[in-house]
């Protein structure tokens, strides 16, 4: 066998049987050009900077839980599912969660720290087919070195006809990745607009991209860089897979038109040179993605096909470990590609926008909130009492920030975890809560 053919194979390691992370910190207890790339221009109108809103409110969807990392709206029914870092996805119908959870993970998941249930999508066909994907974290499975962390599961359930429960028994793996740590785990997953599974990896945990698990790559100015190799592993990058097809020894197919294939690299690979890509989100063909910072600066990108975001080599849109760095890689790496820039990029301290484990967002298209149509809304794990807001500029590809605030709400969302958005564009926080954690959906200031 080809050592590529059996490397490619050993990546893919995919059960046949039954069977978020922010770096840094520990976690409690659209249409398009038909391939998922960003239109050269977007549709949206852009929002008025002097529309925004200085504060918005909170309103209460369901508490009472335990870290809630992601929630998804069933397209043919009031429902929502709602995941818990420790194992569970709730069913919320009608105001109400249902005392049965949609699916007990429990006994499968390793969760604590940067560990657990990260991801949650449904199929875009789900009131058909009734199939739902998860990411979670396992005990080392078959093919993790025995010096790494855990396993990255990837795995496919089947619902019940009413969409109400999740078949245990259904489980299938689709895809399993060697963890060398325990954080950086991403773990966001979301249907692209070409029915096409993304699927947000962490660079392998530690620090700096350095240390066991970590590859050498093109960049002898710092060590490691799984973020810039993409011939050894799957990690520190955004994957694509065509979960409604079937690979050569793999239960999903890969885009014939992904950026890889029938070149160097493995095929799944999307876009890369990312550190924790921690929550994703769609929107008018583009894919935002938040990707948390080292030591001094947290980003947000809109990731395309084929491109390249710079870590480790840069951290934001400034060198990392070097007082200087290119801003492409050679002419003998994949062409000399250049080093994409963020969108938004705010630093670990000052004033204004400031923190340290960036929220990914969502952009608002929803009616309750006058002047946010079009806005970016996102947060950060270490700041209390506010989100960010950002908006596409007219010229130029760094969208003005500032905060947003959360007046008298803000106790009841505690530390924000991730960012929902249901089919009327209207956006959910979901956060540890003064009541032990909860979901909210964002409504207009009192």
């Known amino acids: 066998m080809d050592p590529s053919t059996s490397r490619r194979r050993l990546l893919r390691v995919a059960a046949t049987g039954a069977a978020a992370g922010l770096a840094g910190c520990t976690l409690p207890g659209g249409g398009d050009g038909g391939d998922g790339s960003a239109p050269d221009t977007p549709t949206d109108t852009l929002p008025d900077e002097t529309d925004l809103p200085d504060a918005v409110g909170l309103e209460p969807f369901v508490e009472g839980l335990r ?19 420790q194992g569970i996805v709730h069913t919320v119908e009608d105001g109400s969660r249902r005392e049965e959870p949609f699916l007990d993970l ?6 604590g720290g940067e560990k657990g249930l990260l991801g949650i999508a449904l199929h875009p066909d789900f009131a058909d087919n009734r199939r739902v994907f998860v990411r979670y974290s ?41 963890e060398p740590q325990g954080n950086h785990n991403a773990g966001d997953l979301a249907f692209g607009p070409d029915g096409f599974l993304y699927v947000a990896v962490g660079d392998g945990g530690a620090g700096g991209d350095q240390g066991t698990g970590h590859v050498a790559d093109w960049y002898d100015a710092v060590d490691g860089g799984n973020g810039q190799d993409v011939t050894e592993n799957l990690l520190g990058s955004i994957l694509r897979i065509d979960v409604d097809g079937e690979g050569d020894g793999t239960p999903y197919a890969v885009p014939e038109d992904n950026p890889l294939v029938g070149r160097e690299g493995l095929d799944e690979h999307y876009a890369w040179g990312l550190r924790n890509p921690y929550r994703m989100a769609f929107d008018d063909g583009r894919l ?7 030591s001094k600066f947290e980003e947000v990108s809109i990731v395309e096909k084929g491109a390249n975001y710079g870590w480790n080599v840069r951290e934001g849109r400034h060198c990392y470990g070097a007082d200087d760095c ?10 000399g590609e ?10 670990h301290s000052g004033d204004g926008v400031s923190g340290i484990s960036v929220i990914g967002g969502q952009v608002y298209r929803g009616d309750a909130i006058p002047g946010l149509e079009g806005a970016y809304v996102f947060g950060d794990l270490q700041v209390d009492g506010r989100l960010f807001v950002a908006t596409r500029p007219e010229q130029g590809d760094r969208w003005p920030t500032r905060t947003l605030g959360l007046g008298d709400d803000a106790s009841a969302l505690g530390r924000l975890l991730s960012i929902g958005r249901d089919a009327d564009g209207e956006l959910y926080m979901l956060g540890t809560g003064a009541n032990g954690g909860g979901v909210y959906r964002l409504v207009r200031a009192e």
């Open 67 to 85: 870290a809630p990392l992601d929630i998804q709206f069933a397209p043919d029914a009031d429902r929502a599912y709602v995941a818990e870092q």
């Open 106 to 111: 429990r006994e499968t998941v390793t969760a």
């Open 138 to 178: 396992a005990p080392s499975r078959e093919g993790t070195p025995s010096n790494y962390s855990h396993t990255f599961v990837l795995a496919e359930f089947a619902a019940t006809s009413d969409g109400r429960r999740a078949r245990r028994d259904s489980e299938r793996a689709l895809l399993e990745i060697p």
């Open 288 to 294: 935002f993605v938040g990707d948390v910072g080292q």
């Open 326 to 335: 290119p801003d492409a890689t050679p002419d003998d790496v994949r062409g």
């Open 338 to 347: 250049p080093l994409v820039d963020p969108i938004v990029e705010y630093p």
